[in-house]
């Protein structure tokens, strides 16, 4: 029986970097393309495995050879982890217009917005809040709008934290130096109390649930997954977690984001996470595609703090 052959654009990063050998390890046959700028993180033996086209995504859509490299490449499913621009999309849904190809999209929870409902379900009103969601919400209209001429899923993770980088802080943006002031036994700020909800994800469930989507396209195919951990955590909960983690008392300051923003300027990147706030139910993917996170939010950070201390990034003194 052939192998069914999967194309994962931008293959090595965060997400492709589980995914890719997940792959690889149920029988399909693995295509990747990128820049070749960013090597796997955890790395696997089994990416030796792994066919590797080198290019420049953005170069080859301005040539308009994009599409045809796509469809030269015969793959029975498209992974698409860093489609960031709407035309981007609008050239996959050519190339693959009337084929059986499975089109999986990668968006994110960012295209809520600030929700009314929460846990937030798919079907919630999307009010995008930056210009990143705001493409990342016409890229799933242009795959909505072809569900008749392509085979499509959309998943939209959460704040995706695990090893090789770092995440959303308890302050609310990926600035390190809160963590060392933690791992220091400092005080750190909480803005607007610490209330706001944050939803990190494993990047190893995120890929598992585009391998459940892949493996099930009846049930896939047409529709939009949220993807976050077992559940959510506010900021003083993440603070608290931190502390303890590195076994120091907890010690934090709280400030309205006005007032932080007249003392020490305007934080932008945490202004959106502590405002917009996160918090996704699991529940579709849970019934339709059997899909349970394996990470708890806490067991994603942990894994990202400890990582981030022994690449040097953080000090434990």
Known sequence: MRKRRVLVIGGTGHIGSYLVPRLLTAGYEVVVFSKGTTKPYPKHPLWEKVEFIRGERAEEEKKGMFAEHIRSLAPDAVIDLIAFEPDSAKILVEALSGSETHLLMCT????????????????????????????????????????????????????????????????GDHNVETLQRICDGEEIVLLDGGVGTLHHVHPQDVSELFFAALEN???????????????????????EFLFALVGKPLRVRTMSLEEYHKQFGYPEEAAMHVRQGCCVSMEKAKEMLHFIPRYTPEGAVMEAFYDLIQMGVLHMR
Not at 142 to 167: D, M, N, Q, W
Not at 217 to 239: D, H, I, Q, W
Request: charge should be positive.
């Open 108 to 171: 994110t929870a960012w295209v809520y917005g600030k929700t009314k409902t929460v846990p937030t379900c798919e079907e919630a009103p999307r009010v995008p809040e930056n210009e990143y969601a705001h493409k990342k919400v016409q890229i799933e209209d242009i795959l909505i709008t072809a569900r008749e001429k392509v085979c499509t899923t959309i998943i939209r993770p959460t704040h995706i934290t695990g090893p090789g980088k770092s995440f959303v802080t308890p302050f």
């Open 217 to 239: 396209p009846r049930k896939s195919v047409g529709e939009v997954f949220n993807c976050g951990g077992k559940y959510a955590m506010t900021f003083l909960g993440l603070a």
